[in-house]
């Protein structure tokens, strides 16, 4: 563990150090996807990943209006069992009885009423059909130059539809800056 860690700081410094060499800031390992943080102070700078800022759905992104696309609701019809409610009802008579006095003054009265109860219960009775969404509808814009990266073009992202309409009325490759709700289209 111990080891690690003062490899870690050796390399860090020889990046660093090269880093001051060829102007310093954030490089890129050309053959990888990995980056490397030069000057910040981090055991592991050429070991994790490049973190994609554009993927995070509830992260706000930028770039060039490239193009729109609706996408209409998809409905398939399909068959479903059909559950009726089933009632029934029973009668019950119930026994009430008094009693009032005392020793042999004593006197029972006994009296009877029916009392009603009803249960219901869910069956099948047959099957309906209905309409069934296969995939919803969706509104979706493609941007160039993602997060500023000349790189990064034909992002498509789904937008809500005010986002999608405000993005209609755009001229091609005007700068927008949205939240999108899902990634792909």
């Not at 990046?15 to 001051?20: C, E, H, K, R």
Request: charged share 30%; proline share 3%; net charge positive.
């Amino acid at each position: 563990m111990f080891r690690r860690l003062v490899a870690a700081a050796v390399a860090g410094v020889l990046i660093a150090g090269l880093g001051a060499c060829s102007g310093g800031g954030d490089g890129h390992d050309e053959g990888s996807d990995y980056s490397v943080d030069v000057g910040k102070d981090s055991g592991s700078a050429a070991g994790e990943p490049r973190p994609d800022t554009a993927a995070t759905a509830d992260a706000g992104v930028f770039g060039l209006r490239d193009e729109v696309r609706h996408r209409t609701a998809r409905t398939a019809r399909a068959t479903r069992p059909h559950m009726t409610k089933k009632c029934t009802t029973t009668t019950r008579r119930v026994r009430h009885t008094t009693s009032t006095g005392s020793g042999t003054k004593r006197r029972s009265r006994t009296w009877y009423s029916t009392e009603h109860s009803k249960s219901c219960k869910q069956v099948r009775k047959g099957t309906e059909t209905y309409t069934r969404v296969v995939r919803p509808e969706q509104w979706c814009v493609s941007l160039d130059d993602v997060g500023g990266d000349t790189k990064r073009d034909d992002v498509w992202y789904q937008v809500g539809e005010t986002t999608y309409t405000a993005a209609v009325g755009t001229d091609k490759h005007a700068r927008m800056d949205f939240t999108p709700t899902g990634s792909g289209c």
